[in-house]
């Protein structure tokens, strides 16, 4: 009962989810199509439109905007909220103090016009850059809120892969029961293609079993009377049975889950830039404007109260964050625009912002540095009992392993056939569960496997046994083949480097990034495929659910730390670093927990994304200078610091077009973004 409630539980969290980011789409959908007429009516350039009283057109052009500004854009207005009761400010406060300012003197105009006009200011309406500014905001809100909805995504893609049923034994009859109503002891039958349904040990049986699901190694384990079994791997060459010792909540695929919830509830959000120099600049400018309207309200010419009101607005118009509206979301849709054309996909901002602060790459070993297929590497010929070369050597084992389902197996034949070998059909062929198989190739009895079954077999090996030992300290994976009881030599068999791995760790080192590689083999293959790749610093032997810790032990040392992974034991470490990235050939799950994803499944995509993402900010940071730069310059000016020396005002109009430099600035800035090469 428990799975089910949570599967409700996930399910009801899904539906909230895409009730919001269906809320926003409708926001954002009708504010963009509004601040397109807004605009064209505000630049007068609509058929007919201009031979309509300047009065009728502000009324229809204020309108338009008001369901923009009410709206549209009501979710700003908790940013005022925060300033008069928690005395902060944020990106929601400027965003509404900026809009409500120019909305608010815009309508002024619009319902005052002949005032205004009788007391010689230009009646000018700033609907356009309240609509604007509304729009572009709302746009990297909907952005966030869909990259919010990944990790959940990812639990529920978990809860997913559970087995639904399980073959159980009891009291001598088999029966077909809900996985929720097996228990500790209980006995279980899985046959040959089957899913595990939980986790156990071995009685009776042999098989192969796919665990790449949840471990990530691409090569299936031989599982034996006396071996453990994993839930939600598929057995896959013969039946099994074994008993359950950990079930429900207690399995390894529950903790797997357990932990990525965990890793994704413990990180804290990352504070925008943005939001930073709001907090110091909105009270600010709002300071400036009160003195401003102060100063001139007590001090200023007749009509006292129309200068104050006209330089207040003026302040508040020339620090409005129209520019800063776009500072963000242009160099990110340019930056993650980029990075697409390059098989990169780039969740959110943040994971740029923290990309380009990462001083540590850890890589999962199989499937990621390696290409999780095997293949046949070298071939050792035993000369003093077979007197054939390698090839044949080769055509006899593949003809041995010609139909059979094995990985192992299946590496040879691909190999003989790529040579172009000629393979013979076997006339017997026997699958022995975790140690090899027996064959029949022309009459000839071919013994291939692990060093079990040569002693089994009463295959006495010579030099073939120190030989054996010699390509396991390589990382390679010996098959020992005898041919008519006699020891004929060896094939060994690994999953090698994916193309680019060396160039790609030296690059990141140049980088000054530290590179890390992760793996649950054994020392000797972890050393030997680490030296080959140029990485120095190798953690081995780490099972599945110990990978999220060695995470956090790198984080404890101060370092910022990416995960580069694609399987499903992966997600838990994805999530837990800093920033996780999946590889697009992988599972569906370490993609969804990631925030940055290799569509291609090329390791070059990681360096690119490390140069993107240091451009990417440097864009912005500028952007945000520029995007203030002619505001603070004119702030002073527009206060009316100027006028007792020089008589010089800044009229509305004016700061609307300082507004509308910067934005220019800022986009032709980011516009850059489009010829950095990431080669």
Not at 232 to 246: C, D, E, M, W
Not at 389 to 414: C, D, F, M, N
Not at 641 to 649: D, R
Request: aromatic letters at 6%; charged letters at 20%.
């Amino acid at each position: 009962m428990n799975q089910k409630n949570k599967l409700t539980l996930e399910e009801k969290k899904e539906l909230a989810e895409k009730k919001n980011q269906k809320k926003l789409l409708q926001k954002l959908v009708a504010g963009a199509v509004l601040a397109v007429f807004i605009m064209l009516f505000s630049m007068n350039i609509i058929p007919g439109f201009s031979s309509l009283s300047i009065k009728i057109r502000y009324i229809v052009i204020f309108i338009l905007t008001c369901p923009v500004q009410i709206w549209v854009g009501s979710q700003f207005y908790s940013g005022l909220v925060s300033v008069f009761r928690y005395r902060t400010a944020d990106m929601n406060t400027l965003v509404a103090v900026g809009t409500l300012s120019a909305f608010i003197y815009s309508t002024a105009v619009t319902f005052f016009l002949d005032y205004f006009i009788s007391i010689g200011i230009e009646p000018h309406v700033y609907f356009d850059t309240a609509a604007i500014i509304i729009v572009l905001i709302l746009l990297g809100r909907f952005f966030e809120a869909r990259s919010k909805s990944s990790a959940s995504s990812a639990i529920r893609k978990l809860l997913k892969l559970k087995a639904l049923k399980a073959t159980v034994i009891r009291n001598g009859r088999e029966e077909e029961i809900d996985i929720d109503d097996v228990v500790v002891g209980d006995m279980i039958l899985v046959k040959p293609g089957e899913k595990i349904p939980v986790d156990g040990a071995i009685i009776e049986g042999g098989s192969a079993v796919n665990e790449s699901m949840v471990t990530g190694e691409s090569i299936p384990v031989d599982k034996e009377p006396g071996d453990e079994v994993i839930g939600s791997t598929i057995n896959l060459t013969s039946f099994l049975k074994f008993k359950a010792t950990r079930v429900g909540k207690d399995t390894f695929l529950s903790q797997i889950i357990k932990l990525v919830e965990e890793a994704q509830a413990s990180k804290a959000p990352i504070q925008r830039l943005a939001d930073k120099v709001a907090s110091y600049f909105v009270p600010i400018v709002i300071l400036i404007a009160v003195i401003t309207f102060t100063v001139w309200f007590i001090w200023g010419p007749k009509p006292s109260i129309t200068f104050a009101l006209v330089n207040f607005v003026s302040v508040l118009i020339i620090a409005c964050p129209c520019a800063l509206g776009l500072a963000t979301p242009t160099a990110i849709l340019v930056g993650t625009g980029r990075g697409a054309e390059n098989g990169i996909l780039i969740k959110d901002a943040s994971s740029l912002e923290i990309a380009r602060r990462l001083d540590t790459i850890i890589f999962d070993k199989t499937g990621t540095i390696t290409r999780g297929e095997p293949e046949v590497r070298e071939i050792i010929v035993e000369k003093s009992s077979f007197k054939g070369t390698a090839e044949q050597l080769l055509s006899i084992a593949a003809s041995s392993e010609l139909y059979s389902e094995h990985p192992l197996g299946k590496a040879i034949v691909r190999k003989a056939k790529e040579i172009g070998l000629k393979l013979k059909e076997p006339q017997e062929f026997k699958s022995i569960a975790g140690k090899g198989i027996k064959a029949k190739v022309d009459g000839i009895e071919i013994i291939k496997g692990n060093i079990k079954l040569m002693v089994e077999s009463n295959i006495s090996l010579g030099s073939l046994e120190e030989a054996g030992q010699e390509i396991s300290k390589k990382g390679l994976t010996p098959v020992f083949v005898a041919i008519g009881n006699k020891p004929a030599g060896i094939i060994a068999i690994t999953d090698s480097l994916k193309n680019n791995v060396q160039k790609v760790v030296s690059r990141l080192k140049k980088l000054g990034l530290e590179v890390v590689m992760i793996t649950g083999d054994n020392k000797n293959t972890a050393r030997a495929v680490g030296e080959e790749a140029g990485i120095d610093r190798v953690i081995s032997e780490v099972l599945p659910e110990q990978k999220a810790e060695e995470v956090k032990k790198l984080q404890r040392e101060g370092k910022i730390v990416a995960m580069v992974g694609d399987g499903i034991n992966d997600a838990p470490a994805l999530a837990q670093s800093d920033i996780g990235i999946a590889i697009g050939t992988g599972t569906d799950v370490a993609i969804e927990s990631s925030k940055i994803t290799l569509i291609k499944g090329d390791l070059s995509g990681v360096l690119m994304a490390v140069m993107l993402s240091r451009s990417t900010v440097r864009v912005i940071r500028q952007n945000l200078f520029w995007a203030f730069f002619y505001n603070l310059i004119l702030i002073p000016v527009a206060a009316g610091v100027l006028y007792p020396f020089f008589g010089i005002l800044i009229s509305p109009v004016y700061a609307a077009a300082a507004m509308a430099f910067s934005s220019i600035s800022v986009v032709s800035n980011s516009l850059r973004l489009r010829r950095l090469s990431l080669k």
